[in-house]
């Protein structure tokens, strides 16, 4: 079964860093790996969606990458804004998702 | 249409009733998923359709819990004599084939399904 690990579970930075989130997961044969904001009451939104031949994906401020060989996917988010406090969510398969727990992220203007 | 539509936003139920919970999913998304999230759990897997058919209703918690699409569009979630521990967000999902664009999930806004 496949098991999707995220770190750290909450993360508080002053407005204008760089943000690091990790998401960490067991079976190296995946189908993709998609990365999601979800803000509180609401459904999620999808990021970034890197499919298992791709290193890497960017949009904007926002850079994902994934390492099958060890399992982990990094997103990179430049230059952070009070508007990118949310929950980040990291999820793995190929029809079926399994999520990890998220990251909440807070951004001190 | 331009994301996927669920309704009810919410809902509140007695316990006991039956309740349906709908997904209207973006134009041309061959597969469809609902998904669940309980206070304090993660994002947990019910169902998957392709088309009008479900190969993998794994998800589903009990004999209560059946879901259906018509005409590769539109999907039910009925949950039959809920109980408090139904109380959760149910949220669906649509996406392309393998293929184009891959297994690239959108997602709707949820239902919160509240059971008292």
């Known amino acids: 079964k496949q098991e999707v690990t995220q770190i750290p579970a909450a993360l508080s930075v002053p407005e204008g860093e760089n943000l690091v989130l990790n998401c960490s997961f067991t079976?190296?044969?995946?189908?993709?790996l998609q990365w999601f904001r979800q803000d509180p009451g609401k459904g999620l939104t999808s990021l970034l969606l890197?499919?298992?031949?791709?290193r890497e994906q960017t949009s904007g401020r926002l850079n994902a990458s994934l390492d099958k060989s060890s399992g982990r996917s990094t997103l990179y988010i430049a230059a952070s804004q009070p508007g990118d406090s949310a929950t980040y969510l990291c999820?793995?398969?190929?029809?079926?998702?399994?999520f990890g727990a998220g990251t909440t992220v807070t951004v001190r203007a | 249409g331009a994301g996927v539509s669920q309704s009810p936003s919410n809902k509140v139920t007695e316990k006991g009733k039956d309740v349906e919970l709908r997904c209207d999913p973006i134009?041309?998304?061959?597969?469809l998923y609902w998904y669940r999230q309980s206070l304090g759990q993660g994002l947990e897997f019910l169902i998957y359709?392709?088309?009008?058919?479900?190969?993998?209703k794994s998800g589903l918690p009990s004999d209560r819990f059946s879901a259906e699409r018509t005409g590769g569009s539109v999907s039910t979630l009925t949950i039959q004599r809920t109980q408090q521990e139904d109380s959760a967000v149910y949220l669906c999902?649509?996406?392309?084939?393998?293929?184009?664009?891959?297994?690239?999930?959108?997602f709707g806004s949820g239902t919160r399904l509240t059971v008292v």
């Open positions: 999902a649509s996406s392309s084939a393998p293929g184009q664009g891959g297994y690239g999930y959108t």
């Open positions: 079976d190296s044969a995946i189908y993709n």
């Open positions: 890197i499919q298992s031949s791709q």
């Open positions: 999820a793995v398969g190929d029809y079926k998702l399994s």
């Open positions: 134009s041309g998304h061959t597969a």
């Open positions: 359709f392709q088309g009008n058919s479900a190969p993998d």
